[in-house]
């Protein structure tokens, strides 16, 4: 019994939670075209909901210290051999944000006022855009606040807004500008 009882309070917790999320109208087809979904599977219902609020961002780290490509960052003994890192960031239609974590604060090579100078230097290509991404379309912004990461912010949510995109990070080498 008592099992029952925890599971259902997961839940409740879990349909609460996703509440403020349903308020937006790209979100609406949730309550609309899947409340049959809801009724006939529920774990698959809320599996939607979740993977469409959480997102599933995925960055790569390119850098050829790592020796292949991954999900995991350069450590900070690493991040301290080198001057460029590059990374692919791929965004669903609905993410919005995602970290790329270089490491070079906790490794020595750039200070806390590093940001306030623009470091590290940020450039960024496409790989591959969304579906109604005929040209460059979707807008980004670069958050450089933290010593030890750049934070990738997509300002187009919606339907073709998703794509991968190449970052690239930079710092002066030598650090003498630090």
Known sequence: MNLISLFGAVLL????????????????????GDARLLLRRPFLFLAD??????GTVSVTYCTPILGTPGSTAPTAAQAAQVVKQMAQVSFLDTDAVATITHNWGAAGKITNSSPGWLLPIVTFNKSLGGASDSSFA???????????????TKIGLGTGQGGTYNVYLEI??????L
Do not use: D
């Not at 403020?20 to 979100?27: E, I, K, R």
């Not at 979707?138 to 990738?152: A, D, H, I, R, W």
């Open 138 to 152: 979707t807008e980004f912004t670069f958050g450089l606040t933290n010593t030890n990461s750049v934070t990738m």
């Open 49 to 54: 909901l979740f993977g469409s609020e959480v």
């Open 13 to 32: 917790a879990l349909l609460i939670s996703a509440m403020p999320a349903l308020v937006h109208p790209q979100h609406w087809k949730v309550l609309r």
């Open 172 to 177: 002066p080498y030598p650090s003498v500008m």
